[in-house]
């Protein structure tokens, strides 16, 4: 079955310091993977995707991932940490079922920025 | 101009009783979910719909019984409400396609029980 483990509940950092959240999958088939961002009583907002091609994929905000086949990783990170980026970070894997598709989502990550 | 819209955005009820959320995206998918999160923030899939056709049914309780009166409107209706309801409810949508599209969320609905 196609799965997802974050590593790390709680990540902390210094504005701008270096952000990385890690995200392993567990996949039989090529995996397509996705990063959202929750903030505060919001929904989740799409920060990036990987399908198919490059592996290092650019996302919103200064994000961007890199999908290692080898590692089975799919690892978040940002050069320099914002106030702003506090928040919950959510790793999910599509899981194809019954002609459609859903999202088994990792148990999430919570990003506090320090000042 | 939102694109994933839900009512309402809190809900507080009594145990057993029977309570809706509505769900409508305008972002022209064809394909639309019900998700839910718990009080540790674990999501996870109940429901999609594809052009009103019930497609994914994960391990819900028949309580919850979603309706897709048309491709832009999914609602979910709750009966006989139990404490462990008490979740954030979200609602998403997507196009469908041979590669996955991203999924769209709704702003979500707090459900406490009572």
């Known amino acids: 079955a196609q799965s997802v483990t974050q590593l790390g509940s709680h990540v902390s950092v210094s504005e701008g310091a270096l952000v990385l959240l890690r995200c392993n999958y567990s996949?039989?088939?090529?995996?397509?993977l996705f990063w959202y961002v929750q903030y505060p009583n919001q929904g989740l907002q799409l920060l990036l995707k990987y399908t198919t091609g490059a592996t290092l994929v650019k996302g919103i905000n200064g994000f961007e991932a890199e999908f290692k086949k080898s590692e089975t990783s799919f690892h978040l990170t940002k050069p320099s940490a914002h106030m702003s980026d506090a928040a919950e970070y959510f790793c999910?894997?599509?899981?194809?079922?019954?002609?459609?598709?859903?999202?088994?989502f990792g148990k999430g990550t919570k990003l506090t920025v320090n000042p | 101009d939102t694109a994933v819209s839900q009512t309402p955005k809190y809900l507080v009820t009594q145990m057993g009783n029977d309570k809706s959320i509505k769900c409508e995206q305008n972002?022209?998918?064809?394909?639309m979910y019900w998700y839910k999160q718990d009080s540790k923030k674990f999501l996870k899939i109940m429901f999609s719909?594809?052009?009103?056709?019930?497609?994914i049914n994960e391990t819900v309780p028949n309580r919850f019984s979603p309706k897709s009166p048309d491709k832009a409107h999914l609602n979910l209706h709750i009966n006989s409400l139990e404490l462990g309801d008490s979740a954030v409810y979200f609602c998403?949508?997507?196009?469908?396609?041979?590669?996955?599209?991203?999924?769209?969320f709704g702003p979500g609905t707090r459900l406490t029980v009572t």
């Open positions: 999910a894997v599509s899981v194809p079922q019954g002609g459609s598709e859903k999202l088994v």
């Open positions: 972002l022209g998918h064809d394909t």
């Open positions: 719909y594809n052009n009103k056709e019930l497609i």
């Open positions: 996949s039989s088939v090529p995996p397509y």
């Open positions: 998403a949508s997507s196009r469908r396609g041979a590669i996955p599209y991203e999924q769209y």
